[in-house]
């Protein structure tokens, strides 16, 4: 417990520094790690109300092995890409997990589509492209979210 | 203390994975400082919507909805209300 306060607090950290711009562009990311072993007790202690609650039918599938078992590590991969895009837009106005979701395209990378409140922030924001990228790895699984922001973007706080 | 205070605690101590005892923590400390993180939040969520047997909608998930112990009890309280509303 000790070992994943302090792994959280350099994650805050890093994230807080975060905000840079380069030439006319404006760039914001975000970041997040999870332990797989707290996602695995989710799911065992809330079933599929957790998964439902959190996660897209789609990323349940791609998550879902050929046997029926849920493939955890990239569960908690999710969970972190979507911590990592509300920090990234710096959005506490209410979200639910499940409109910040992860794809894959037919390479097999990793995208971000945005549904309902979350995406109304980001057009708000200026949101003009992003990128996202998951790691999983001894017990722990990683994203970053990097954000593209419209330097001419009204009301945007970010 | 109030019960729902109580109730509260008891579920932070099964699913807030608090470095602090959230028996004897302050109503207004910080959770995220005594350890909550953002996936902890969510089991405090589902569990808190078992206990009280109600349902948080997309305006109370947000960081300063699991910021404190009176910051649950407004919103439990807040829901609650709805619901007895809604019912009478």
Do not use: W
Request: with cysteine; aromatic share 4%; charged share 25%.
């Amino acid at each position: 417990m000790e070992k994943a306060t302090s792994v959280g607090e350099l994650v805050r950290a890093a994230t807080a520094d975060a905000t840079n711009e380069c030439g006319s562009d404006r760039f914001v990311i975000g970041v997040d790690l999870v332990e797989v072993a707290d996602v695995a007790a989710s799911i065992r202690v809330h079933g599929e109300r957790y998964l439902d609650r959190v996660f897209t039918s789609a990323e349940v599938a791609t998550c879902t092995d050929d046997s029926g078992g849920y493939v955890v590590d990239r569960l908690a991969a999710r969970f972190a890409a979507k911590e990592a895009a509300i920090k990234a837009l710096r959005h506490d106005g209410g979200v639910q997990y499940r409109d910040v979701e992860t794809v894959l395209d037919h390479t097999g990378a990793p995208h971000l589509v945005l549904h309902g409140s979350v995406s109304a922030h980001a057009g708000r924001a200026g949101v003009s492209s992003q990128s996202i990228s998951l790691s999983h790895s001894g017990g722990y699984a990683v994203a970053v979210v990097l954000l593209q922001m419209a330097t001419d973007a009204k009301g945007s706080d970010l | 203390m109030s019960e729902r205070a109580l109730l509260i605690r008891k579920v932070l101590q099964g699913h807030g994975h608090l470095v602090s005892d959230p028996t004897t923590i302050a109503e207004d400390a910080s959770l995220y400082n005594a350890g909550l993180t953002s996936h902890a939040s969510v089991n405090v969520m589902l569990a808190l919507e078992d206990e009280f047997d109600l349902e948080f909608p997309e305006r109370f998930l947000k960081r300063s909805t699991f910021e404190s112990i009176r910051s649950l009890c407004a919103a439990v309280d807040s829901l609650l209300g709805a619901e007895h509303d809604a019912s009478a």
